[in-house]
């Protein structure tokens, strides 16, 4: 399995662009890396999901090196409502399901006024 | 859209008993997975299952845990007996074929005393 480490947590203001780092360093050739949202008291919420280079959503946009040993997540111009905890998950991806799913610990981001 | 529902939403149970956790994923999504998460940690995926099949189980303290999915809708998650380690949420989720966005439930929170 895939190992991923996040930071712990980070801090931002409002309006600012907020990145997220990933690593995964022993993540093999059909892993595919996903980020999910986590709001206290409910489960996790999908964002970006990507493989390699760049992927853009409305919502946030992912970049991943040539070496896919790592990942960034990047928030832009970040609220209050964005204050949450942010999951890094390397997936094997087979056919047409998930395999050998593992979270990361995931990043607590705090956007303050 | 209804969303992936569970019951109960809160459990308290002493060790060593048994307890019972039931989902309903969103209509259509053949896939279906448990995951637990302890306070201050990533989500853990227990078992993953297919329409009826299990995918992957190598997570699932199978002397204790227990999961099925009966006519690949519905699914039960089973404890027992229950230890005190046991005590977090319990999550259930589901996708559709062939797409890596999975939607979480609001989970279970089982504390063991």
């Known amino acids: 399995l895939a190992k991923t480490t996040q930071p712990i947590s980070m801090d931002s203001y409002e309006g600012q662009e907020v990145n997220i780092t990933c690593s995964h360093n022993n993540i093999a050739t059909n892993d595919y890396i996903t980020w999910y949202q986590q709001f206290p008291s409910q489960g996790p919420r999908f964002i970006i999901q990507?493989?390699?280079t760049k992927v853009t959503n409305e919502v946030a946009s992912l970049f991943i090196p040539a070496d896919r040993k790592s990942s960034t997540l990047s928030l832009p111009r970040v609220s209050l409502s964005d204050t949450a905890v942010y999951y890094c998950?390397?997936?094997?991806?087979?056919?047409?399901?998930?395999?050998?799913?593992?979270f990361g610990a995931g990043t607590q981001v705090v956007v303050t006024p | 859209e209804a969303g992936v529902a569970q019951s109960p939403r809160y459990k308290i149970i002493e060790k060593r008993q048994s307890v019972a956790f039931w989902c309903n994923p969103i209509s259509g999504h053949a896939t279906l997975y448990w995951y637990q998460q302890i306070l201050g940690q990533g989500p853990k995926l227990l078992i993953q299952f297919q329409n009826n099949g299990v995918v992957d189980d190598s997570q699932l303290p199978k002397d204790r845990f227990s999961a099925e999915r009966l006519k690949g809708v519905d699914s039960t998650l089973k404890i027992q007996p229950a230890k005190l380690e046991d005590s977090a949420v319990y999550l259930c989720?589901?996708?559709?074929?062939?797409?890596?966005?999975?939607?979480f439930g609001p989970g279970t929170r089982l504390t063991v005393t």
């Open positions: 990507g493989y390699k």
């Open positions: 989720a589901s996708s559709f074929p062939r797409t890596y966005e999975q939607y």
């Open positions: 998950l390397v997936g094997e991806w087979a056919t047409d399901s998930w395999g050998k799913l593992q």
